[in-house]
Nanobody
């Protein structure tokens, strides 16, 4: 059973940056497309970045040009560099494999963008 541990969140002012990390247990991590998701209070969880097992990336328009996803398969870790943060980016951020059968969700990491 894969376990996911997210870290790196915090309180940041608008325009600031954060780098999130997600460590996955198990060696099968490298076989999967991975995604970063976020869930704000009262809203559904949404995908904000995805990376294929080969390293191709995609982003929704809401974060394109500001967020960058990357992965280090040797470390079983996926990263999310977030720049030019906005108050509407405030949410709990999670990582997971892409698809209809996610691994058990981790605890997530809280990102709060506020002055």
């Amino acid at each position: 059973q894969v376990q996911l541990v997210e870290s790196g969140g915090g309180l940041v002012q608008p325009g600031g940056s954060l780098r999130l990390s997600c460590a996955a247990s198990g060696s099968i991590f490298r076989l999967y497309n991975m995604g970063w998701y976020r869930q704000a209070p009262g809203k559904q969880r949404e995908l904000v970045a995805r990376i294929t097992f080969g390293g191709n990336t995609n982003y929704p328009d809401s974060v394109k040009g500001r967020f960058t996803i990357s992965r280090d398969n040797a470390k079983n870790t996926v990263y999310l560099q977030m720049n030019s943060l906005k108050p509407e980016d405030t949410a709990v951020y999670y990582c997971n494999r892409e698809g209809s059968t996610p691994w058990p969700w981790g605890q997530g990491t809280q990102v709060t963008v506020s002055s």
